[in-house]
């Protein structure tokens, strides 16, 4: 449910989950350990321990294909759900956890070096102590700029820094293809600035959705309580965030109505954005991220920005400051004091998602330290985990799979024979990527210290953006990938025509 606050938009654009096809496929595939391909057994794709014959298939075919397995793997405390790929991670984890320990314990690590920059993220990660010992320090000279703002200039100046940094308040800009033009890499602006997973939340009357308000409420006021404010400094802090936030809830497109892909594309230049969204300084914007004012941008939803336009001309300068607040330190609890860690599982992890069990500090520690350092990770977990063998076995699954294709287009009786040359021709340009990139990201600009986690978390997801903006404006680089070989999972991308199957899958 906390995707969206620690993942920029265009990483959550970019990359696209399987679907359950491709997942019975992979699994059916994945038979074999990478590290043991030669002595491991391959399981068959469909095991009869996993079903329940008892029930009518007419009746549930889900619990008749599922069922055993259903009841031999109750949902895990730390879970809000549970499934073939959950369990799959576990496996991961304990891959993930070996090579994290071993960088984490080698003192003789190059300074610089991906090995220097994993030990150092994940120590700090670990390092409880010094973590609460330094209580509200990691983000004391932000909160003390916003505490300084007086004018809604300098409210729009500071959104324009945070985005810069990997926060995103109010919207999110990045860069990804143009929808029109897949080889060229545009700047695009998408709704956010919720604090809710959607707009529905603060708009639906049911009585699930007031009861998540009404402790969302409660929630944001703990945690101005634990920046010091009184109760009643904070319920006012609290409803003031709920107010705009429920603004721009108004202002947000439906789920329905962002899957429309021509009402989504608007694409306009520097001058147009400022007609659409004239409240907004968009050059003092754009040079904030350092890019060129003719840089074309797509305005995804043009209403949404239009609104928001509006909401910087008419609320006050001190409920924004309130809101910029909220979002720095929601945005940064998981990385501090247990206070604020424990009360953002609270809400977001319990009354949201069901979990009743936060994970272990290290499985977190981990997931950061591999989203933070992806592809710096991914070159020790294929060097460990992923020998030739492993990935020529996918290269020859992914072939017959293409082969299997061809044959059933040649078969179609509903497709015309010059519909199938066109279907076939596509099939032979898809770009087909097997366990990890051919070029690995270069982190040596990337500063990874020992001081401060936060401060780690911050300078990788500056790192990650900058890497964002240089590619606007640019053609598309097609070497990338949109996963690191650490993830277990794989996606195939229209934009792209490309099919992409991670290592650990």
């Known amino acids: 449910t906390r995707l969206t606050m620690n993942m920029n938009y265009a990483e959550l654009k970019r990359v696209m989950l399987a679907t359950a096809g491709s ?39 889900y ?40 960088a984490a314990a080698d003192k003789n690590a190059v300074a610089g070096s991906v090995k220097q920059k994993i030990r150092d993220f994940y120590n700090t990660g670990l390092d409880t102590v010094k973590i609460e010992q330094e209580g509200l320090t990691p983000v004391k000279a932000e909160l003390d700029r916003i505490s300084a703002i007086a004018t809604i200039d300098e409210v729009k100046n500071l959104i324009a820094t945070n985005h810069l940094t990997g926060a995103y308040p109010l919207f999110y800009f ?144 001190d409920q924004w400051k309130n809101y910029l607040t909220w979002n720095l330190i929601n945005d940064a609890a998981s990385y501090l004091s247990s206070d604020f860690n424990q009360e953002h599982f609270a809400f977001y992890g319990t009354m949201l998602s069901g979990t009743t069990k936060q994970k272990p500090r290290w499985k977190r520690v981990l997931n950061e330290t591999s989203g933070s350092l992806g592809e710096a990770v991914g070159q020790l977990y294929v060097e460990k985990y992923f020998p030739a063998q492993a990935k020529q076995r996918m290269i020859e699954l992914v072939n017959n799979l293409k082969a299997a294709l061809h044959e059933r287009i040649l078969n179609l009786a509903w497709m015309t024979d010059a519909t199938k040359n066109e279907a076939i021709a596509k099939l032979d340009k898809i770009n087909v990527k097997v ?54 999972n794989a996606y195939y991308s229209p934009n792209m025509n490309e099919i992409v199957f991670p290592a650990a899958i």
């Not at 391909?37 to 996993?50: G, H």
């Not at 708009?203 to 699930?208: E, I, K, S, V, Y």
């Open 23 to 61: 997942a019975v496929l992979l699994l059916a595939a994945s038979g074999c350990s990478p590290k043991n391909t030669a002595k491991t057994e391959v399981m068959p794709a469909i095991d009869a321990a996993n079903m329940d014959t008892t029930v009518n298939p007419g009746d549930n075919f």
């Open 63 to 102: 619990l008749y294909a599922n069922g055993s397995w259903l009841k031999n793997h109750p949902i895990p405390d730390e879970y809000s759900r549970y499934s073939a790929f959950e369990a799959l991670g576990e496996e991961n984890y304990k891959q993930l956890q070996t090579l994290m320990e071993e």
């Open 174 to 317: 990045f860069g990804s293809s143009d929808e029109k033009n897949s080889n060229m890499v545009i700047a695009q602006l998408y709704q956010g600035g919720l604090g809710l997973p959607d707009r529905d939340y603060y708009l639906n009357n049911d009585q699930r959705s007031a009861d998540i308000r009404n402790e969302y409420v409660k929630h944001i006021a703990r945690m101005f309580g634990f920046l010091g404010y009184n109760e009643a400094e904070a319920s006012l802090c609290a409803t003031n965030v709920m107010q705009l936030e429920t603004e721009l809830a108004k202002i947000s497109l439906t789920r329905k109505e962002l899957r429309n892909p021509v009402a989504n594309y608007n694409k306009t230049n520097l001058e147009g954005l400022q007609k659409i969204a004239p409240a907004m300084n968009w050059a003092s914007y754009f040079n904030t991220l350092g890019l060129d004012k003719n840089t074309e941008v797509n305005v995804g939803q043009v209403s949404f920005f239009s609104g928001i336009s509006s909401l910087l001309n008419k609320i006050p300068v």
């Open 435 to 488: 366990g990890y990139p051919d070029k690995w990201i270069d982190y040596s600009s990337l500063v990874i210290g020992t001081d401060s986690y936060y401060e780690n978390m911050k300078n990788a997801r500056a790192f990650s953006v900058k890497r964002e903006l240089d590619k606007i404006g640019k053609p598309v680089d097609r070497t990338e990938w949109g996963m690191t070989p650490q993830t277990i």
